[in-house]
């Protein structure tokens, strides 16, 4: 079976791209023939970042020219696509036109402010499946395309917890570092750590994510207005290094969304929450922003916290902080929630995508 992938912010290595990594490294153990469509002279780049990103090997997968680049033919696209039995496609909000045998399109956000043009219905009529990370993203995916063939297919997540680790007193947020559309607002996470350390002096902020060149500025601004208090700002740590940080921390924060006209502009939340999950995995208990697919994740208070304003943040946190058997039982129930988002409910989900 020869099965494709195109992802076209698979240079950035955010929580999509790991979500297609993965399933393309699976179905390459399978012996499926696997390749990307990306330009193969950036080949060595995109496999060192995965690796040091997410402790994922994909040396041995294809990387072929990106037919879907605007300056292809739809004749082109045509010839090549037709000679894969399935190609999945993560779209920026696009529809392609996808003439493979089994044609899977990928959704990691939703797209309301998509202006459907009149051609966007014959290229649904040759999607055979859409995929949503969330029910959050399917909810907005089903109002815009119709309920018909979309599923939720949550991503996998790691067990990242080190059976003799003691926790901390850190607070950790993980996320990229960037003020696009799901900006993780790590500006708004250090305001309320400055009120968090005037009662609790002994605890740090730590702050990591992937940053490309162009936010060099915003990591900048955040350094400084971090002056003077005990915040750690890291950017582009390895998975090691990362693995050691949740297992340190005790609490995870995560203010993706907040802030933001959400019912104008839904996709400026966090829609899932692969860093939430992984934090959990290492009983680090989550004190996030409610909205978007996030409370999907914590639940009605039954496995972390939520919050919606910045006074909110600030009380639940000291609540954790001094209350220990509030702390250990969220812990405990994190830990159990984190076990649902495994590998194998993942695989055995896109195997019968792909066999159906």
């Excluded at 459907?116 to 995916?141: A, G, Q």
Aim: glycine share 4%; charged share 25%; with cysteine.
């Amino acid at each position: 079976m020869k099965i494709a992938f195109f992802d076209p912010y698979l240079d950035t290595m955010g929580g999509g791209e790991r979500y297609f990594i993965q399933a393309a490294v699976y179905f390459k153990k399978q012996s499926y023939d696997v390749s990307f469509f990306w330009n193969p002279s950036e080949k060595d780049e995109i496999i060192s970042v995965a690796r040091n990103r997410f402790n994922i090997d994909i040396s041995d997968l294809n990387f072929i020219n990106n037919i879907f680049s605007s300056k292809v033919s739809l004749l082109t696209k045509y010839n090549i696509s037709k000679q894969f039995d399935v190609i999945f496609y993560l779209s920026d909000g696009s529809i392609p036109f996808l003439f493979s045998k089994k044609n899977i399109l990928m959704f990691q956000h939703p797209i309301d402010w998509v202006k459907l043009k009149p051609t966007d219905s014959l290229k649904l009529r040759l999607i055979n499946k859409i995929i949503c990370n969330s029910k959050f993203v399917k909810k907005h995916i089903d109002n815009k395309l119709g309920k018909k063939k979309t599923v939720v297919i949550y991503p996998a997540v790691d067990n990242l917890s080190y059976a003799m680790s003691e926790k901390e007193k850190i607070i950790l947020s993980v996320g990229r570092f960037t003020a696009n559309m799901n900006a993780k607002k790590q500006d708004v996470l250090l305001e309320a750590f400055k009120k968090i350390n005037l009662i609790h002096k002994d605890w740090k902020l730590i702050l990591t994510g992937g940053m490309r060149e162009e936010d060099r500025t915003l990591v900048n601004s955040l350094k400084k207005q971090a002056e003077g208090l005990p915040v750690k700002i890291l950017e582009n740590i390895d998975y090691k290094t990362l693995v050691e940080l949740y297992n340190k921390a005790s609490i995870y924060w995560h203010a993706t969304g907040f802030g933001e006209d959400i019912l104008q502009y839904p996709e400026r939340t966090e829609h899932f929450g692969i860093s939430v999950v992984e934090a959990m995995s290492t009983g680090c208990v989550p004190v996030v922003f409610a909205a978007g697919g996030l409370p999907e994740i914590v639940g009605d208070d039954n496995y972390g916290l939520t919050w919606k304003t910045v006074n909110e943040l600030i009380e639940r946190t000291d609540d954790l902080i001094k209350d220990s058997k509030l702390y250990d039982y969220l812990s405990k129930q994190s830990r159990l929630r984190a076990d649902n988002f495994s590998y194998q409910v993942f695989f055995d989900s896109l195997n019968k995508i792909i066999h159906s």
